[in-house]
């Protein structure tokens, strides 16, 4: 298997500019999450899946952050509009039911916001 | 989630064992303890985890105390491949399967 891919690998924006971010889990998992990683915060948990439907939202930053899963092989991070502060790198993880808490985690995209 | 305590950072030569603590003395019966690295600019790779017993994989080992108030992961040869972030973690089951919260972890240095 390839693992979790996750596209663009690079985004460099513009305040106020639209940015999606994409992932593609492991075939056969059955969570998907999103996180998030600054050198001020660390590693944090966004939001979550199972089964195509979001569990937890709770570490999205604001209503400018939307998630979505349309299906088992496909999810987009949206940041509309998106600011400087939002400068991160983003990764992906998925995991199967099994397994608990032994995610599997994509390469990432970094995310610069000017 | 119980919380954890790791040191900063550590340095361990090639070759030799690297023995990363963690402490965990909030931890709960249903509680597992999940170890995690993350190399520079990469995604975070599971290691290994464990309930009670202690636990080897083709990685590493990992020793969880009689009273799971702590445990140690043990990487038995360092290379210098194994230079990353280290990361201990405490996570149930229920309504936060899966969920992981990481903290600032140990920054392993392995040099030759």
């Known amino acids: 298997d390839a693992g979790v891919i996750q596209s663009p690998r690079h985004e460099v924006t513009e305040m106020g500019q639209e940015v999606t971010l994409r992932c593609k889990p492991i075939s056969g998992h059955d969570y998907l999450f999103w996180y998030r990683q600054t050198m001020m915060r660390g590693l944090e948990l966004l939001i979550y899946?199972?089964?195509?439907?979001?569990?937890?939202d709770s570490g999205m930053p604001e209503d400018r952050f939307s998630a979505k899963m349309p299906n088992a092989s496909f999810s987009t991070l949206k940041i509309q509009p998106s600011e400087p502060r939002d400068s991160a790198v983003y990764f992906c993880?998925?995991?199967?039911?099994?397994?608990?808490?032994?995610?599997?985690f994509g390469p990432g995209t970094r995310l610069t916001v000017t | 989630d119980a919380k954890t305590t790791q040191p900063t950072s550590m340095d361990c030569a090639e070759g030799r064992a690297a023995n990363l603590p963690c402490n965990h003395s909030?931890?709960?019966?249903?509680?597992?303890v999940y170890w995690y690295r993350q190399i520079h600019s990469q995604g975070p790779q599971y290691i290994i985890h464990?309930?009670?017993n202690n636990e080897t994989n083709e990685m590493a080992s990992l020793i969880i105390t009689e009273d799971r108030k702590s445990s140690t992961l043990i990487l038995p040869h360092a290379t210098l491949r194994d230079t990353a972030v280290y990361y201990c973690i405490v996570s149930s089951g229920g309504t936060s399967y899966g969920k992981l919260t990481f903290g600032q972890g140990t920054i392993l240095t392995v040099h030759p």
């Open positions: 993880a998925s995991s199967l039911t099994a397994s608990g808490g032994e995610q599997y």
């Open positions: 899946f199972n089964n195509n439907v979001p569990i937890d």
């Open positions: 464990g309930l009670k």
């Open positions: 909030t931890i709960s019966g249903n509680e597992y």
